[in-house]
């Protein structure tokens, strides 16, 4: 049976992908997150946007006060896994950090219910020596993750893939 597994991974080199973050917030706060990278920044004017499909982004990050305004578009963000979570570090008010954390190349990742775990970790230009030290930073984080009722063998097989390669797999 799956472990519910699901966190933030700042793989070592970053992910090679540049992030698109959209900030929900007000006031100083909106202008933090301008300022810190955010590619849109609004409050209930960028989330009648989103309501209506605008989603082309890889994060949303949400100040505490706008959870309101968050959950009436909760049901478009939640399947597409852009739901801004305080486990996750997306609900904060903090959105500096938030917003550099997630430019940085940090990693989402959570268990399906099958109990699959994955997650982009790098890119082929990398070379390996960068893809093998981030690849054992996921591999790390996954067990710290590890829920402290789990039993027996936590992680049972791992392989990696290029985008639309053929997985391979690696000895634990």
Do not use: W
Not at 7 to 33: I, T, Y
Not at 124 to 145: M, P, T, Y
């Amino acid at each position: 049976d799956a472990e519910m597994v699901r966190g933030v991974v700042s793989v070592l080199h970053g992910n090679g992908r540049p992030m698109e973050v959209a900030v929900l917030a007000r006031d100083h706060k909106a202008d933090e997150a301008e300022s810190a990278g955010a590619a849109v920044v609004g409050a209930e004017d960028l989330a009648e946007n989103m309501q209506k499909g605008n989603l082309d982004y890889d994060r949303i990050i949400a100040t505490p006060d706008l959870i309101g305004v968050v959950g009436r578009i909760g049901q478009i963000l939640g399947p597409k896994g852009l739901m801004p979570n305080p486990k996750l570090g997306t609900v904060t008010a903090d959105v500096k950090i938030a917003v550099e954390a997630a430019k940085s190349g940090q990693v989402q990742c959570r268990a399906e219910k099958t109990g699959i775990v994955q997650a982009g970790v790098g890119k082929i230009s990398f070379g390996s020596e960068k893809l093998i030290e981030n690849v054992n930073s996921f591999i790390d984080a996954v067990q710290k993750a590890r829920p402290s009722g789990a039993k027996g063998t936590f992680i049972k097989k791992i392989s990696i893939s290029s985008t639309m390669g053929a997985g391979i797999n690696i000895s634990i």
